[in-house]
């Protein structure tokens, strides 16, 4: 430990923040040739009605299998491809992949898209969204797009506007990770929102913290009162599943009913009359 070894209260050089700018720096150089090379992909993840079981839609989520480095998690890729622009890139690979997948899939059965500030800032979203529909002849109200309550902070006229544009195209706005930003409840409802999605951390900490448990059931009343649908997300066991749809929230998202899948499995789920026992017990091989 470079930090003991000083011992009159200096720092000393930290190797493990030095290597991990290190690889930032290998991952930044290697990303805008692994996206020609077809390394990104999406894994889609179920979103269950809590009140009929359906399949209802799934969750686009980016994965990047590097030939030598193996798989590297968005929650390190992501940042990176903000601070260098490069998440415009690959928000339109995403959108162009996303819409085609979701048209093999049955036509009540959405998909949702994350998006970044940056792609707010930089880059044409809106053109890139447009592109997408025309290319797959997906019905624009097929495609949800999710953003986080840190695109919020700015208030920017120009976001205002691009939201509005998005929303008279049709596609479906929610809000993702509610509950650990700093959105003003006032400026929310002032948004073409349509959902709000309830961070897994509550979800999760709802059957044994009667806190957690107050604010998804102050959070889906709220939503309600502001004409929103509520989906949670990280659900894991029965247990949380039937605490929500008590709660009446209307979706739910998470381990429970199915991990990030490739979308022909996501086509299988879909056949299913009830995932509300628990998707992977009913098991994805046995519908294929
Ligand atoms: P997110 O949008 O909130 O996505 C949900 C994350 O929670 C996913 O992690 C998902 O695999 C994970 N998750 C889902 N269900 C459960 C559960 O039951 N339990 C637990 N413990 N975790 C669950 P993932 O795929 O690693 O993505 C992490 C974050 O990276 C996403 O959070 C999103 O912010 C970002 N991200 C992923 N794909 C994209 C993308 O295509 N574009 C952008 N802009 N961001 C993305
Ligand atoms: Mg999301
Ligand atoms: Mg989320
Ligand atoms: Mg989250």
Redesign the pocket.
């Known amino acids: 430990e470079a930090k003991r070894v000083g011992g009159s209260g200096w720092r000393a050089y930290d190797p493990t923040s030095a290597l991990r700018r290190a690889r930032s720096r290998l991952l930044e150089a290697e990303m805008r040739n692994s996206l020609e090379q077809g390394e990104f992909f999406l894994l889609y993840q179920p979103q269950v009605s809590l009140t009929t079981g359906r399949l209802i839609g799934a969750e686009a989520l980016l994965r990047w299998q590097h030939p030598v480095l193996g798989m590297i998690s968005p929650a390190e890729f992501i940042s990176i491809s903000e601070a260098n622009g490069f998440i415009c890139d690959l928000g339109q690979f995403m959108f162009t992949e996303a819409c085609r997948a979701a048209t093999g899939w049955p036509s009540h059965v959405s998909v949702a898209v994350n998006i970044s500030p940056v792609q707010f800032q930089r880059g044409d979203l809106l053109a890139d969204i447009r592109a997408a529909l025309a290319k797959s002849g997906l019905a624009p109200n097929r495609l949800h797009v999710e953003i986080t309550e840190s695109i919020l902070i700015e208030r920017s006229e120009e976001l205002f506007a691009t939201l509005e544009a998005l929303h008279a195209l049709g596609v479906t706005i929610a809000l993702?990770?509610f509950g650990t930003g700093y959105s003003s409840l006032g400026y929310i409802s002032s948004l073409p929102l349509d959902k709000l999605k309830i961070?897994?951390s509550f979800v999760r900490d709802m059957v044994s913290d009667p806190t957690a448990q107050a604010i998804v059931q102050a959070v889906t009343t709220l939503a309600h009162g502001l004409g929103l649908k509520v989906v949670c997300?990280g659900v894991e066991n029965a247990l949380q599943c039937e605490m929500l749809a008590a709660m009446r929230c209307e979706e739910g998202q998470g381990y429970f009913f199915g991990r990030p899948q490739p979308a022909r499995q996501v086509q299988a789920l879909s056949a299913a009359h009830s995932l509300l026992a628990g998707g992977e017990a009913i098991g994805v091989s046995a519908l294929a």
């Open positions: 993702d990770d961070d897994q997300e």
